[in-house]
């Protein structure tokens, strides 16, 4: 097969192979690179193969910046959700009272996921068996028996972007729910993690079946 035959593509893919199978050509030839001119990506002007080489390491530069920035950001929030859940197992670690782990649970839940509003609700079996699974989503589209009962509560929900609702086994029959509610419309989502939430669901039904909420 002649050249004439092959597509642009295939003759640029076939240069670009023997060029890798050639890096000798470059020491031999070192004048091409000098005379080689590129559009330069953030104008119309022709620079050296040289200059798009640093435009190239100057992006990746910034991006890898941009990653570790991130990366430290990620760990600080890390350092203190840990250190505000310690505080908070303290909390119902210490609370006697029935009212004081309720205003623990609510308290120390609002800061470990700065939201407006946690609290407690008592509900029945048949809301609990609605949540076998922590209810996270937009808090516009929540089913309207969720909204009915979150009413009880009284606080409110005009400023509501998205919720998350927790169910709290606490035995002999009697049943509880967590709400959290946030006006970030993405602190909540659908596809959001399960394991953390069941985590703390399971110690402030823990909290609250020592006292006999």
């Known amino acids: 097969m002649?050249?004439?035959e092959l597509s642009q593509e295939e003759q640029e893919a076939l240069v670009a192979q023997w060029l890798l199978a050639c890096p000798?050509?470059?020491?031999?030839?070192a004048e091409v690179l000098q005379d080689v001119r590129l559009k330069d990506p953030h104008s119309d002007r022709a620079i050296s193969l040289q200059e798009r080489q640093m435009h190239l390491?100057?992006?990746q530069n910034q991006a890898l910046n941009q990653r570790l920035n991130e990366m430290l950001r990620f760990g600080s929030r890390n350092d203190k959700t840990q250190q505000a859940m310690v505080a908070w197992l303290q909390q119902l670690i210490e609370a006697q009272e029935a009212a004081a782990v309720a205003v623990a649970?609510?308290?120390?839940?609002?800061s470990i996921f700065e939201?407006?509003?946690?609290?407690?609700?008592?509900?029945?079996?048949?809301?609990q068996a609605l949540l076998d699974q922590p209810f996270c989503q937009i808090y516009?589209?929540?089913?309207?028996?969720?909204?009915e009962k979150i009413a009880q509560s009284k606080h409110n929900d005009a400023d509501w972007q998205s919720i998350a609702i927790l169910a709290l086994p606490l035995g002999n029959d009697q049943c509880a729910a967590l709400v959290l509610a946030s006006s970030d419309?993405?602190?909540?989502?659908?596809?959001?993690?399960?394991?953390?939430?069941?985590?703390i669901a399971?110690?402030?039904?823990?909290?609250?079946?020592?006292?006999?909420w």
């Open 2 to 4: 002649s050249n004439q």
């Open 24 to 29: 000798g050509f470059f020491e031999r030839h």
């Open 57 to 59: 390491l100057r992006s």
């Open 105 to 110: 649970i609510e308290l120390g839940l609002s």
């Open 115 to 127: 939201v407006e509003v946690c609290c407690l609700l008592q509900v029945d079996e048949s809301f």
């Open 140 to 147: 516009a589209d929540c089913p309207a028996t969720f909204k």
């Open 185 to 199: 419309p993405e602190r909540f989502t659908k596809d959001m993690g399960a394991f953390y939430l069941k985590q």
């Open 202 to 212: 399971g110690l402030a039904a823990a909290a609250l079946r020592r006292v006999a």
